[in-house]
């Protein structure tokens, strides 16, 4: 069966320091992955989307990027943080060959910027 | 590109009744609507998903509705129990061999009181 990693699960970081933020995913192959971000009591924005090594698609302009060195291991980064970037970081997978396109969740990471 | 409205935002019902969400879409072109379940903390949960070829769709106590002429679905949820209560967001996507993007809903807090 197919399972989703992320960490740290909880991040506490002061403005203008580096964000790492890692998801990996096992039992799968070439899956599609996502960012999303989820402020304080609302919906999901999604940050960027993959859909194989080395290719990131940015939906949001913003102080994060993102990159996928391997096949099921995507990265969130930032050079410096703002105060803005604090929220709930979820990375997602999908597999582009089954018909339903369902998108999987990881359990988040919750990040505070100080 | 796609914009979707979920309500009510806040939902309390008494154990036992059943809960309604609703949710409009934008886009004509979407032709997959996923639900999602979020407990505090973690990530979303799939819990059912319906195809633009299909108006109704049931799995034990949950149900989702499509109407494509009105652009609107909803979540059908009957003979609430506690653990119900949780957040939940509705979404919509075109089901592409690519990146599948789905756009969400802000999400309802549904309360299920004894």
């Known amino acids: 069966s197919q399972t989703i990693h992320q960490w740290p699960a909880t991040l506490v970081q002061p403005v203008g320091s580096p964000l790492s933020l890692e998801c990996t995913v096992e039992?799968?192959?070439?899956?599609?992955l996502y960012w999303y971000r989820q402020a304080a009591g609302r919906g999901l924005q999604l940050l960027f989307y993959?859909?194989?090594?080395?290719?990131i698609s940015s939906e949001v302009p913003q102080n994060l990027s993102a990159s996928r060195p391997q096949d099921r291991q995507f990265i969130l980064s930032s050079k410096k943080l703002l105060l803005s970037d604090s929220g709930f970081y979820l990375c997602?997978?999908?597999?582009?060959?089954?018909?339903?396109?369902?998108?999987?969740f990881g359990p988040g990471t919750r990040l505070t910027v100080l | 590109g796609e914009n979707v409205e979920q309500h009510p935002s806040t939902l309390s019902v008494q154990e036992g009744d059943s809960a309604v969400i609703k949710c409009t879409y934008s886009?004509?072109?979407?032709?997959?609507f996923p639900w999602y379940k979020q407990e505090l903390g973690k990530g979303p949960q799939l819990i059912i998903d319906?195809?633009?070829?299909?108006g109704e769709k049931k799995d034990q106590r949950i149900a989702v509705t499509l109407n494509k002429t009105a652009k609107h679905f909803s979540l059908h949820i009957t003979e609430t129990q506690p653990e119900d209560s949780a957040v939940y967001f509705c979404?919509?996507?075109?089901?592409?061999?690519?990146?599948?993007?789905?756009?969400f809903g802000t999400g309802t807090q549904l309360k299920v009181e004894l």
């Open positions: 997602a997978w999908s597999v582009p060959r089954r018909s339903g396109n369902e998108q999987f």
């Open positions: 039992g799968t192959s070439n899956p599609n």
């Open positions: 993959s859909v194989g090594i080395g290719q």
């Open positions: 886009d004509s072109a979407s032709n997959y």
């Open positions: 319906i195809r633009s070829n299909v």
């Open positions: 979404a919509a996507s075109e089901l592409t061999g690519g990146g599948n993007k789905l756009t």
